[in-house]
């Protein structure tokens, strides 16, 4: 099961990480990101909100681009290696049960493996969701934020409960 690689705008990352840090401290928390892309998602939170980020991707130049763009970027300041995973992986088979937030950015015929995902994750735990939302019947119970205005592109996050 395949997604291209769309990566999330810059100003969307942006609105959504400032958000959650103020529902929750990011400051240490941990980060996956399912299909990492170009890295951008997981190398924002690591600089701005000194998060613990995972990358998993399964695209051999994707991760090279991602370990470019970290070695270009970082600075014995950030330490930014120090807290950026680059993760050779099938997210489908990815175990996420340890994180505090899961980045996706799923796709309509993949939805029910990422409603699988979302079971996996510890009670607590945010999900957050590009462009296409989960089936609410199927991960109760829940929160819900609706960031769509906020970011000026659809984003659902949900709290599991
Ligand atoms: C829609 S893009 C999202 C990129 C990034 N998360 C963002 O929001 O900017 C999806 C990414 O998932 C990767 N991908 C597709 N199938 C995958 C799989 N089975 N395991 C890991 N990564 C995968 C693609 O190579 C692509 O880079």
């Known amino acids: 099961m ?76 950030d330490k930014l290696t120090e807290r950026i995973r680059v993760i050779e992986a099938d997210l489908f088979n990815f175990d996420v049960s340890s994180f505090d937030v899961v980045y996706t950015y799923p796709f309509p015929k993949c939805i029910r493996s990422f409603i699988h995902i979302f079971h996996q994750m510890k009670k607590g735990a945010y999900m957050i969701c590009i462009r296409w939302a989960l089936e609410p019947e199927q991960i109760l119970p829940f929160e819900l934020y609706d960031l769509t205005e906020i970011a000026q592109f659809p984003v659902y996050i949900y709290r599991k409960g």
């Open 2 to 77: 395949d997604l291209p690689f769309l990566p999330t705008p810059q100003p969307v990352i942006k609105r959504i990480f400032y958000f959650l840090n103020n529902k929750i401290t990011l400051k240490g928390k941990s980060l996956v990101d399912l299909g990492a892309g170009d890295g951008r998602v997981a190398i924002f939170v690591a600089k701005e909100y000194f998060m613990q980020s995972s990358a998993v991707e399964i695209n051999l130049e994707m991760l090279q681009t991602i370990k470019d763009t970290i070695a270009q970027i970082d600075s014995d300041k």
